[in-house]
T-cell receptor, first 113, second 110 residues
Framework: QKEVEQNSGPLSVPEGAIASLNCTYS??????FFWYRQYSGKSPELIMS????GDKEDGRFTAQLNKASQYVSLLIRDSQPSDSATYLC?????????????FGKGTLLTVNP | NAGVTQTPKFQVLKTGQSMTLQCAQD?????MYWYRQDPGMGLRLIYY???????DKGEVPNGYNVSRLNKREFSLRLESAAPSQTSVYFC?????????FGQGTRLTVV
């Protein structure tokens, strides 16, 4: 069973701080990694994708990938109350051509004003 | 640009009733998916269609059937609803990489 693990949280940070969200995956051959944000009662929306080792920055968001350690993280700088949501890590597993995503159970982030 | 559209948004069924959840995408994506999301369980894949004319089981297919009607549309059918199928259902589509999700259907089976 190919798994994606996340701390369920809740992770609570003050406004303006850096929020760090972590994810590990079991399939060493995985090639594509995604972070989704899901507000309560809403559908997941893509915020970051990363495919190569290292860092990828987009505005206040930075995704970090370490394939050797099978670890992917999301940093949110200058956290805002509007960032309060559940963050889902997702991985496309190796093999096949069906591009199925395996999701972690998500980390609930609360940013306190 | 509508993206992925699901109908209905809410539904209450009695045990044993049947219904079909509809999903349509306008992004010309090849692949479409149905997930269910339950508290503490995350998103779990029910069925997927890698391309028009093909469908395959996901992690939790029991009690469901699907039809890929054409490239745009992918429906999910519950033939005899059970309380265990109370959940939020999401349809998604993709073109090789990241999924785009519909707004979800909240289904309650009583």
């Amino acid at each position: 069973q190919k798994e994606v693990e996340q701390n369920s949280g809740p992770l609570s940070v003050p406004e303006g701080a850096i929020a760090s969200l972590n994810c590990t995956y079991s399939d060493r051959g995985s090639q594509s990694f995604f972070w989704y944000r899901q507000y309560s009662g809403k559908s997941p929306e893509l915020i970051m994708s990363i495919y190569s080792n290292g860092d990828k920055e987009d505005g206040r968001f930075t995704a970090q990938l370490n394939k050797a350690s099978q670890y992917v993280s999301l940093l949110i700088r200058d956290s805002q109350p509007s960032d309060s949501a559940t963050y889902l890590c997702a991985v496309i597993n190796s093999g096949g051509s069906n591009y199925k995503l395996t999701f972690g159970k998500g980390t609930l982030l609360t940013v306190n004003p | 640009n509508a993206g992925v559209t699901q109908t209905p948004k809410f539904q209450v069924l009695k045990t044993g009733q049947s219904m079909t959840l509809q999903c349509a995408q306008d992004m010309n994506h090849n692949s479409m998916y149905w997930y269910r999301q339950d508290p503490g369980m995350g998103l779990r894949l029910i069925y997927y269609s890698a391309s028009e004319g093909t469908t395959d089981k996901g992690e939790v297919p029991n009690g469901y059937n699907v039809s890929r009607l054409n490239k745009r549309e992918f429906s999910l059918r519950l033939e005899s609803a059970a309380p265990s199928q109370t959940s939020v259902y999401f349809c998604a589509s993709s073109d090789r990489q990241a999924h785009v999700f519909g707004q979800g259907t909240r289904l309650t089976v009583v």
